[in-house]
């Protein structure tokens, strides 16, 4: 087997359409291989985000345009959608009362493949909070993201 190894590193100040909140991006992936591919692996190297007076403590990254194979979710009740999970940082004192939160969170899962039925032309990425009920609006206070995505993408040469 061969592969074609394809990075994308999206932030949610310049989406192609959409808003910071739902941010879409156009996957231009130069060289693909018009044969299509027999696997293609997902990985979420790196998910950095700065989340100023947002009032959630873990994560949802959410992925539209991109079919995870053998997967379900309750969410969706279909195929699942998340690609991360992450927590912000939160300190207690002695007495188990919170007395700072940080404003960023991080994921780095390039160790977590997600399998995925074919390279994406488009991605539409939202986050939620844990139960994938309440979208965060990221319209406010510079709240942004950063994304690097990894697709490995395997085929036969014969």
């Known amino acids: 087997m061969k592969t074609d190894t394809f990075i994308a590193q999206l932030e949610n100040n310049s989406p192609d359409s959409g808003d910071r909140t739902h941010a879409t991006f156009r996957l231009n992936l130069p060289n693909k291989r018009t044969m299509g591919y027999d696997k293609i692996t997902m990985y979420v190297d790196a998910f950095n985000a700065d989340m100023y007076n947002l009032d959630v403590n873990t994560?949802?990254?959410q992925?539209?345009?991109?079919y995870q194979k053998n997967s379900i979710s309750s969410i969706t009740k279909g195929?699942?959608?998340t690609i991360a999970q992450c927590s912000r940082p939160i300190y207690r004192n002695a007495s188990n009362a919170i007395?700072?939160?940080?404003d960023n969170v991080e994921f780095y899962?390039?160790?977590s493949p997600i399998e995925i039925g074919s390279l994406p032309s488009e991605i539409?990425?939202?986050l939620t909070n844990?139960?994938?009920a309440l979208e965060l609006n990221l319209e406010t206070n510079d709240n942004h993201y950063h994304l690097k995505l990894r697709f490995v993408c395997e085929y036969d040469e014969n």
Do not use: M, P, Q
């Open 124 to 126: 539409t990425i939202s």
């Open 99 to 102: 007395i700072e939160k940080l």
């Open 130 to 132: 844990i139960a994938g």
């Open 109 to 111: 899962g390039s160790n």
């Open 59 to 61: 994560v949802l990254v």
């Open 79 to 81: 195929s699942c959608i």
């Open 63 to 66: 992925a539209r345009g991109i």
